[in-house]
């Protein structure tokens, strides 16, 4: 099943390292990251569980919960954990799913056929705390994804879903974000009293709300 922005993500029951779970009950009213691994004992995911332990604090100031996902069964997960904290010098901290029966990658089309007909795709998946998905990543096995990206593009969406601003290119938090091109110049004067810099009527430039 393909997902699109916007759409209500399925939801799904699971077995974790951290016991059931029903993803939306989980989420609760906190945006959320799910996100795949081809498969267990290999060592590009090993450095991403790893990686995603350190920046966990990170996660949590954002409100976000992360999930991680393999196809391996629960057991396997936990004799990996103790490989990543090893070799990783983190264990993981948050839930990853055991996924043998390929029912919520399949759920979530992790399973590219072209590419691997068992393992799943390295998926990222961005939902906001209504379920809605706000953004969806898909690298190849070889390519080990930048978490610090994700974070930087989850503090774009958490400001765009609070303020009528865009953020451009290479944008990181409490640099100068845009002006959507919906709100009027007479709206803005409202919305951003201290003013902006036009560069061209399509393009206004101010300082990020809040900051
Ligand atoms: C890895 O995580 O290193 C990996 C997994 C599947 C295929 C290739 C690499």
């Known amino acids: 099943m393909t997902i699109r922005l916007g759409d209500v993500v399925p939801d799904f029951t699971a077995e974790t390292t951290e016991g059931p779970i029903r993803f939306h009950e989980w989420l609760g009213d906190s945006w959320g990251v799910l996100f795949s691994h081809p498969k267990n004992f290999t060592p590009v ?3 991403e569980l790893g990686q995603v332990a350190r920046l966990k604090p990170e996660f949590d100031r954002r409100n976000v919960k992360v999930i991680g996902l393999s196809v391996d069964p629960l ?4 004799k990996w954990a103790e490989d990543i904290a090893e070799t990783q010098g983190y264990a993981p901290n948050f839930p990853l799913i055991a996924d043998p029966e390929r029912t919520v990658s399949g759920l979530y089309d992790m399973i590219h056929p072209n590419a691997s007909d068992t393992m799943t795709v390295r998926s990222v998946f961005v939902v906001g705390p209504d379920k809605k998905l706000k953004l969806s990543l898909t690298y190849p096995a070889s ?3 930048n978490f610090d990206e994700i974070l930087r593009v989850i503090d774009s969406l958490q400001l765009t879903a609070q303020h009528a601003v865009a953020t ?5 938090d409490g640099e100068d974000v845009i002006i959507v091109p919906s709100v009027s110049d007479a709206a ?6 201290g003013g902006w810099k036009t560069l061209k009527p ?9 900051k």
């Open 202 to 210: 399509y393009l206004r430039v101010v300082p990020q709300p809040g």
């Open 75 to 78: 057991d396997a997960h936990e």
């Open 168 to 172: 451009p290119a290479n944008w990181k």
């Open 143 to 145: 390519a080990g994804r």
């Open 45 to 47: 995911c090993t450095t």
């Open 188 to 193: 803005a004067k409202e919305k951003f009293p």
